[in-house]
């Protein structure tokens, strides 16, 4: 690609990333190209369907949140890494409302220009979880498909305004059930000996 043309669509994403964040995924591409100063046929030539577009604005964010996945197995206490990682993706997927309905989408189908993103990323999550589990710090009769799904409900929560005072605490009930008994005491035990101390 043209440094031009390249510069060209790093701008319409940007511009398309501030618009979703504001008005959610439904937005006009009418209104994405008017905000980036464009014409809408300059738009769908980057860009030819709504997909193609989110489709490329969320896969720097997934391909950033499964490094960080990969960065986290590598360090830290496992259950720390998999509660951060969540925090992270529930964190991000409430930056552009509505995305959390198109993941759950993308994920059934194949065909989805997000799929294979979704897929990666959720791999990336059971694989944190399944290093929590062997270390005996989560429970294990959950597995990456459901973590994936606590993602998307806790980033339904997010999107509720009526709700999106709950999610930090309903996020706290969550990691609560994942993270086993034993690894919990033991948190609880440091933060008194650090009181303490």
């Excluded at 030819?48 to 197995?73: H, K, M």
């Excluded at 609560?176 to 690894?183: L, P």
Aim: proline fraction near 2%; charged fraction near 25%; aromatic fraction near 4%.
């Amino acid at each position: 690609m043209r440094a031009d043309a390249r510069k060209n669509r790093d701008h319409l994403l940007a511009v398309a990333g501030t618009a979703i964040g504001e008005e959610g995924v439904e937005v006009s591409l009418r209104d994405i190209a008017r905000r980036a100063d464009v014409g809408l046929a300059t738009l769908l030539r980057h860009f030819p369907t709504r997909e193609a577009l989110l489709e490329a604005l969320l896969r720097t964010s997934f391909d950033e949140l499964t490094a960080q996945a990969g960065a986290l197995e590598a360090s830290g206490p496992p259950e720390d890494a998999l509660l951060s990682w969540l925090r992270d993706c529930v964190a991000w997927t409430t930056e552009y409302r509505g995305a959390i309905v198109l993941m759950a989408a993308a994920i059934e189908d194949a065909e989805s220009a997000l799929h294979a993103s979704c897929v990666t990323l959720r791999a990336a999550g059971a694989r944190l979880l399944a290093r929590a589990q062997a270390a005996g710090r989560a429970r294990t009769d959950i597995d990456g498909d459901d973590v994936f799904a606590l993602v998307m409900a806790l980033a339904w929560v997010g999107d509720q305004r009526s709700l999106a005072s709950r999610a930090d605490r309903l996020f706290d009930v969550v990691a609560g059930a994942i993270v086993t008994s034993a690894a919990r005491g033991e948190a609880k035990g440091e933060r008194r000996l650090g009181a303490g101390g």
